[in-house]
């Protein structure tokens, strides 16, 4: 699944192409995504401008005067600008239309993804109850120990819940506690301020460095223009059962929490 620097990664890769342009046309082959995309939804965006995109968590939202699309590419999704003479390849579900000959083109072939329209998106039922962005300021270790008090889940179950912060997903939670020396099945109570500044602060790290080249290519993800990302060359834990740890040489375990796999050094991580 994309997660939050490979969502990232496509919002700046089709940010130019969208920013301040009127969206001529909707295209929608097969509208059957994870909720069917709205049957007025081209009679709300045909003519207007696109005045802002952002991020939220793993959604994109593209931003109109009168309301907002909310785009997520589910486990599979992807997103590219195309002319729009392009042969169309399979499962290329939805074109928005910018005109020049432009296209945005939306891939999904398990059909996870969502396109849905929102007037205010703060008030959006999936996006009214997320935590704080974890590259936002009030994000820290302070935080993260006070809402972690009387928590007995595992910590990366903890850092992976989007209420608590958004966007930390399977991959980094892996890299980030390993980075910090914290085991993953710890309980989130049971660990100090001091531990919780070390792991707020790799959080922002490994994202940071994993936008900057432009997300991690495991199964489908590519960037906006096609080009996969190159994250994936620098990790140290995340699909490495049995290899030898970057720091110490043992070899990485693999234990499954909360039903995801979680990779971890039974040396280095305490």
Not at 38 to 47: H, K, Q, V
């Amino acid at each position: 699944m994309p997660e939050l620097p490979e969502v990232e990664t496509t919002l700046r890769g089709i940010e130019k192409s969208l920013l301040d342009t009127k969206i001529e046309n909707l295209i929608v082959r097969d509208a059957r995504l994870r909720w069917p995309v709205p049957e007025d939804l081209g009679e709300r965006i045909i003519g207007r401008r696109v005045v802002s995109l952002q991020r939220r968590a793993k959604y994109i939202l593209i931003d109109f005067e009168h309301g907002s699309l909310i785009w997520h590419l589910g486990m599979s999704g992807s997103m590219r600008i195309v002319d729009s003479a392009t042969e169309l390849r399979k499962h290329d579900h939805i074109d928005l239309l910018l005109g020049s000959d432009v296209v945005l083109r939306y891939n999904d072939p398990r059909r996870f993804g969502c396109l849905l329209w929102a007037e205010d998106v703060l008030i959006h039922p999936l996006l009214v109850s997320l935590g704080p962005e974890p590259l936002d300021e009030r994000f820290d270790g302070a935080y993260l120990y006070n809402r972690a008090r009387g928590r007995k889940v595992s910590i990366k179950s903890f850092i992976m819940d989007q209420k608590i912060v958004v966007g930390v997903g399977n991959i980094y939670a892996s890299e980030a506690l390993f980075l910090a020396g914290i085991r993953p099945t710890r309980k989130a109570a049971n660990i100090s301020l001091a531990r919780y500044e070390t792991l707020a602060e790799q959080i922002k790290q490994v994202l940071q460095r994993a936008i900057a080249q432009g997300g991690t290519t495991l199964r489908d993800f590519s960037q906006a223009d096609g080009r996969p990302g190159y994250f994936e060359q620098q990790l140290h834990v995340y699909g490495r059962e049995k290899q030898p740890c970057t720091q110490c040489g043992k070899a990485i375990s693999n234990k499954v929490i909360g039903q995801r796999a979680s990779y971890y050094c039974p040396a280095c991580q305490r």
